[in-house]
Every structure is written in structure tokens, then in C-alpha cells.
């Protein structure tokens, strides 16, 4: 436990309490994803759990209530990999809610062999990316609403090896499941520096966020990943600490000015050069709409 500490250094010491505040965490039915959405509902925000498997995301819902005594914690289902389940999703949530203060982009995939989402996007760019990018639009307005808010994305340290490759966006020409994940976090850091751009003075801002190594399910399509975070798992964030960075950026306050940055242990964290090409950005953007059906602004 004393390494462990000692390796963790980021801990989200914030004290800012959530009352009358509500969020959105996508895949927060185990991981990082589930940590994040307890330390919310502990501090007293209505917490949305969106989830693809929803009888999962009840008993995780019941378990924080338990846990917190924050009975304002609730499921909805969404599978980002169906732009219909998005759509669903965010009717049923503008329809339900007034406000939206903290949108956590959390949910992921990684490494699982070659498959397409419903809407015929590469399972990586399509849930990690281009169902993120395309939940966060439909919520804008709500955020906008809701000013002071925050826009949360889960990227990975593992960008560094990522490239945005536009005449194979969706890895039909060459495909690894490594390389597939790595793009589509570097994706992640990409959407949150244009959106930040783009959301500049409308009180709205957003962070992406490297978690750490953490001990979660994440690994599950690869046995030698595995295996490997087995043998290492003693070196491992658990999930708790994983969720820490995240915290930190959709909570602690006079973070504003640093709208559009990475952050890893909660604090300010270097991108590939590629992460901070503004026109791969830009153009990253524009393509994300063109796939997705959102008029270019
Ligand atoms: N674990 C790590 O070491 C690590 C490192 C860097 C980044 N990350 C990132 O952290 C985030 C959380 O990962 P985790 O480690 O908690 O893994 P996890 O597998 O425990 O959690 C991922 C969550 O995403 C959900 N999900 C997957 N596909 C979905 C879909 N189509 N629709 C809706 N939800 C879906 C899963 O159900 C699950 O709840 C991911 O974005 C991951 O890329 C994790």
C-alpha cells in the first residue's frame, strides 16, 4: 500500500461539494468509470450512470447509493457503438433534466479483434471517439445551459503511438487492435483541444485525461494484456485512484484557463506532436461530423 501511495501521487484533494449539480458518466458500471461516479454521488450530485448493460449499471447503482447514502444516482442505458442508442439516450436525458454540469466521456474499449458498430465505424474510433463526439454535440446546448460546466475525456497515455490516418479512419486497409485503441485516444486529446477552441467565453470546458495504469477490466479482448497487467498488478493504480484525474478536472475549481489540456496525476501532462496539430484537429472534427450527420458549423 506505501508504494502504491507513493506511486499515485495525483490525488484529487478537492473539497468541492456537488449539491444541485448533476453529471453524466458513460461506463460507469465498472472501473474507472464506476469510481468516478461514487466520489460524484459522495459529494452530493445527481449522478447519471450510462450504461450499455443496464442490469449491471442497477446493482452499481445501488451499491454507490448504499455506499453514499445519495440516493440520486440513476441508470440509463446507452451503447455507443449505435449513434441510435446515443440519440435514445440524449432525448431521454433532455427530456428528464433541466441542467448538465459534468459530462464524463469515460467509457472504452481496447484491443478486441476487428468488428464494426451498427452504424459501420471501426469499434475503436466508433465507441471511444466517434460516440463520444457524437453524445457530447447532442448535450451541448444543455451544458451550454448549465454554465459553469465540464467536459471530461478519458484519453491514454497510450495516444503517443496513435495516428490519425484520414484515407483509413476506420482501419479497412490495416488493422492492429493496438494500434486501433492508441488512435482513438489520441482521437480523445484531438476532439477536446477543438472543442475548447470552439467553446471559448461560453463558460463550458473541457480536459482530457490519462488515468494512470489501472487495474480494470479493461483488458479483457487480449490475454496477453492480461497477463501482463496480472504480473504487474502489483504496480497497478486500483480503480479508485485511477478516477482521481478525472475528478480533478471536472471539479476543482479555477481550472478554466486551462481548457483543451491533458492531464495525467492531476496535473498539466505532455501530448505527441500530433496531439497538438491544430488542423489534424480541425480536420479531425470536420470529419467526425461528415460520418456522424452533424451540420459543420
Ligand atoms: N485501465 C487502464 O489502465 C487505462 C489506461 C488508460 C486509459 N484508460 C481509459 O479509461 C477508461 C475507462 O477504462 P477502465 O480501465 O475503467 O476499463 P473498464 O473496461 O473497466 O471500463 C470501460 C467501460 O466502458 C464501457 N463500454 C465499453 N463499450 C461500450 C459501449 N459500446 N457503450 C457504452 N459503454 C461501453 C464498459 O461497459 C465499461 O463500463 C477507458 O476510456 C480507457 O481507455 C484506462
Known amino acids: 500500500p506505501q508504494i502504491r501511495k507513493m506511486l499515485s501521487s495525483g490525488v484529487c484533494t478537492s473539497t468541492v461539494q456537488l449539491p444541485g449539480k448533476v453529471a453524466v458518466v458513460t461506463g460507469a458500471n465498472t472501473g474507472i468509470g464506476k469510481e468516478t461516479a461514487r466520489e460524484l454521488a459522495q459529494r452530493g450530485a445527481r449522478v447519471y450512470l450510462a450504461c450499455r448493460d443496464v442490469q ?5 447503482a445501488k451499491e454507490i447509493q448504499t455506499k453514499t447514502g445519495n440516493q440520486q444516482v440513476l441508470v440509463r442505458k446507452l451503447d455507443l457503438a449505435d449513434t441510435k442508442s446515443i440519440r435514445a439516450f440524449a432525448k431521454g436525458f433532455l427530456e428528464e433534466e433541466k441542467q448538465l454540469h459534468i459530462l464524463i466521456n469515460n467509457a472504452g474499449v481496447m484491443m478486441c479483434p476487428y468488428s464494426k458498430t451498427a452504424d459501420g465505424f471501426e469499434m475503436h474510433m466508433g465507441v471511444n471517439h466517434l460516440g463520444h463526439f457524437l453524445l457530447t454535440h447532442l448535450l451541448l446546448e444543455k451544458l451550454k445551459e448549465s454554465a459553469p ?3 471530461v475525456n478519458v484519453s491514454s497515455l497510450a495516444h503517443h503511438l496513435g495516428r490519425i490516418h484520414f484515407h483509413d479512419l476506420q482501419s479497412e486497409k490495416f488493422y492492429s ?10 482521437a480523445n486529446i484531438l476532439f477536446t483541444q477543438e472543442l475548447a477552441r470552439r467553446l471559448k467565453g461560453s463558460g463550458v ?9 489501472v487495474n480494470s477490466e479493461l483488458t479483457r479482448y487480449s490475454s496477453f494484456m492480461t497477463w501482463m497487467w496480472w504480473l504487474f498488478s502489483f504496480f497497478l493504480k486500483t480503480p479508485q485512484q485511477g478516477a482521481q484525474t478525472s475528478l480533478y478536472c471536472a471539479i476543482t475549481e479555477g481550472l478554466e484557463i486551462l481548457s483543451g489540456k491533458h492531464f495525467s496525476d492531476c496535473q498539466v501532462a505532455r501530448v505527441s506532436a500530433q496531439a497538438r496539430n491544430e488542423t489534424v484537429a480541425r480536420r479531425l472534427w470536420d470529419v467526425s461530423c461528415d460520418l456522424l450527420g452533424i451540420p459543420l458549423d
Open 149 to 151: 460546466s465540464r467536459v
Open 177 to 186: 487492435d493496438g494500434l486501433a485503441y492508441c488512435n482513438s485516444k489520441l
Open 205 to 213: 470546458t473541457t480536459y482530457s485525461v490519462h488515468p494512470g495504469t
Open 56 to 60: 449491471k449499471g442497477e446493482l452499481v
